[in-house]
Every structure is written in C-alpha cells, then in structure tokens.
C-alpha cells in the first residue's frame, strides 16, 4: 500500500525566514499531493495541492514542488509570519485511490 | 464551517460504556471517512465508505464498529474500549475521484477520553 514519509518532525523558524518541508510517496500511480494545515485543537484544512500533470503550484507565500521521478514532494513556505505555526501534513492516495494517506506531519514553529 | 458536522465534539466513557460518534455532511459528497488522530500515529486512516459501501477497514478492531445508513451520514460505534483508544476521531467527506484532484474536507474531530 501507500507509504508517506514526511521530514523534518519539527522545524523552527524566525519570522521572515522561509521553512521548507519534504514528503516521499511510494505508489507511482498516485497523481495527487495535497498539504494541510492543522492549527491547535482544529480540524486539519487544505491549505495547497497539485496534480502530477505539472511540477510546482504557487498560491503567494505557499509554494508546493513535485519530483514525480523521485516520487517526493515539498512544501514551501516563504516570508514566514507567527500564524504560520501549525502541523502541517502531507498526503497522498491510498493504493486503491479512494483515501488519502497521511505523513506524520511537521510542527512548525516561527518565532518573531 | 466546512458542511462536515461531528457530534459530540467531547466524549468520555468508562471501558465498559457503549457509545456513538456521528457525523454528517452537507456537501453532497459520496464518500466518508473515520480517521484517528493521536500522538502515536497523527492521521490514522480506519474505515472508508463510499455511497455508503464500506470499501476499506485499515485493520481496526472489532470495538470500533462503523454504519453510514446514507451518503450523508456516518457513525462509529464504541463498545468496551481501551483507555489507550483515547484520541481524537475525525470524520471526513469527499466527492469524485482522489486522483481527480478532488481532496477530502474534515468535520471538527470529536474528541474521546475513555476511562
């Protein structure tokens, strides 16, 4: 099935800085890559996705990068302000293509 | 608000208890999900249900017991749980195909306590 690995765990920043995320994917069928962001004692949200048709997606700050051949995706994060703090979680379809499966998540924590 | 309703948001229950969480969603979406959140694993998936046929049960135990009567509706039945089952219970909801470029949205979790 579906295997997710996302790093680092942790990774704190100053305000200003740009935080990067990585996540590896093991099923080369998977097509989809979304990010989540989950704020403290809320629900996780989409916060970025993209399809394996192109190869980075922007939405201002928040940026995701796609390495197909690699089979490895990232997340990032530029001009990082305090509300970014959050876990942020990567996912990918499940072999069967009907759920999402998780990575571990990453707490960011930005300092100002 | 994201159209997926998770109720009760906080339950505890005793190991002996029966109870329910219940989800429903406004979103006309075919799909559900239960997903458990905790410190060990943060994004567990546990059953899929897609127009209400369960599809996949992520090898959880028997004391958690899913029903989805129709699209719009899920429930997951606890019976004689272990305190180590305490977590947060997220359902969620999605329309189409995942690969599509179609993402799940999560209700508001119900957190549980069991003791």
């Known amino acids: 099935g579906e295997n997710v690995e996302q790093h680092p765990s942790t990774l704190s920043v100053q305000e200003g800085d740009s935080a990067v995320i990585k996540c590896t994917y093991s099923?080369?069928?998977?097509?989809?890559f979304p990010w989540y962001k989950q704020e403290l004692g809320k629900r996780p949200q989409l916060i970025i996705d993209?399809?394996?048709?192109?190869g980075e997606k922007k939405d201002q700050r928040i940026a995701v990068t796609l390495n197909k051949t690699a089979k490895h995706f990232s997340l990032h994060i530029t001009e990082t302000q305090p509300e970014d703090s959050a876990v942020y979680f990567c996912?990918?379809?499940?072999?069967?293509?009907?759920?999402?499966?998780f990575g571990k998540g990453t707490t960011l924590s930005v300092s100002s | 608000e994201t159209g997926v309703t998770q109720t009760p948001r906080h339950l505890v229950m005793g190991m002996t208890n029966k109870k329910s969480l219940k989800c429903e969603q406004h979103l006309g979406h075919n799909a559900m999900y239960w997903y458990k959140q905790s410190a060990k694993k943060p994004l567990e998936l546990m059953f899929v249900y897609n127009f209400k046929e369960q599809t996949e049960n992520n090898s959880v135990p028997s004391r958690f017991s899913p029903e989805c009567p129709n699209s719009s509706h899920l429930f997951l039945h606890l019976h004689t749980l272990q305190p180590e089952d305490s977590a947060l219970y997220l359902c969620?909801?999605?329309?189409?195909?995942?690969?599509?470029?179609?993402?799940?949205?999560f209700g508001e979790g119900s957190w549980l306590t069991v003791v």
């Open positions: 969620a909801s999605r329309k189409g195909d995942i690969n599509s470029g179609n993402t799940i949205y």
């Open positions: 993209i399809r394996s048709n192109v």
């Open positions: 996912a990918a379809p499940n072999q069967a293509g009907t759920a999402l499966i």
């Open positions: 099923d080369s069928a998977s097509n989809y």
